[in-house]
């Protein structure tokens, strides 16, 4: 699970670069968008090193809190189903 799942998601979290190192490749600087991950590394990117280039913090807590209402909607959507049947 790790190698297939989590190891692509960090190395496209930009945890170990800035978004903004992606600017020459403008199709996958948005493309990571959807990765939450992207998020949780920026913030803390832009909490502990806040002279280095990151999201803005509103914006990774807008997309943290939504990427997890959505989350939390569709697993208890699924344990409804699978605890009702």
């Keep these: 699970m790790f190698s297939m799942v989590i190891a692509p998601m960090i190395m496209f979290a930009c945890a170990y670069y800035p978004g ?3 600017s020459s490749f403008p199709i996958l600087q948005y493309a ?5 991950l ?5 913030g803390l990117r832009g909490s502990l090193a806040p002279q280095f280039p990151h999201i803005d913090t509103l914006v990774v807590i807008g997309a943290l809190v939504v990427i997890d209402a959505g989350l939390l909607y569709l697993g208890l959507k699924k344990f409804h189903q699978k605890a009702v049947s």
């Design 20 to 22: 903004s190192a992606l």
């Design 32 to 36: 990571v968008l959807i990765n939450p």
């Design 38 to 42: 992207v998020y949780a590394s920026e």
